[in-house]
Nanobody, 125 residues
Framework: QVQLVESGGGLVQAGDSLRLSCAVSGRTFGSGVMGWFRQSPGKDREFLAA????????WYADSVKGRFTISRDSANNTVVLQMNSLKPEDTAVYSC??????????????????WGQGTQVTVSS
């Protein structure tokens, strides 16, 4: 089992920055992939970014490329999503997840088998 706990959400104004953290505990997973998603009411879960735990490769959604940065702190078993230039349309619940073995695409939420509880991000105009 793997446990994921997000933190760092909150209420900010447009143009501000937030740093989300995902603490990973439980069974170690070596060179797995971790991803960040978000979901707002009435919308599907949206892929944002993913990173190979070794840090060798990252993926980003076009909607956040250049504004969001994913990274990992291996010493503290944490995956971080740095979000800059936030917009009101970034308002959502943000969740981190661990990809399942044998995944095909890191961009699909169906390829992830462990999820955190999520943290709310609200951006006011």
């Amino acid at each position: 089992q793997v446990q994921l706990v997000e933190s760092g959400g909150g209420l900010v104004q447009a143009g501000d920055s937030l740093r989300l953290s995902c603490a990973v505990s439980g069974r170690t997973f070596g060179s797995g992939v971790m991803g960040w998603f978000r979901q707002s009411p009435g919308k599907d879960r949206e892929f944002l970014a993913a990173i190979i735990w070794s840090g060798d490769r990252t993926w980003y959604a076009d909607s956040v490329k250049g504004r969001f940065t994913i990274s990992r702190d291996s010493a503290n078993n944490t995956v971080v999503l740095q979000m800059n230039s936030l917009k009101p349309e970034d308002t959502a619940v943000y969740s981190c997840a661990k990809v399942r073995p044998g995944y095909v695409s890191v961009r699909s939420p169906y390829e992830y088998d462990y999820w955190g509880q999520g943290t709310q991000v609200t951006v006011s105009s």
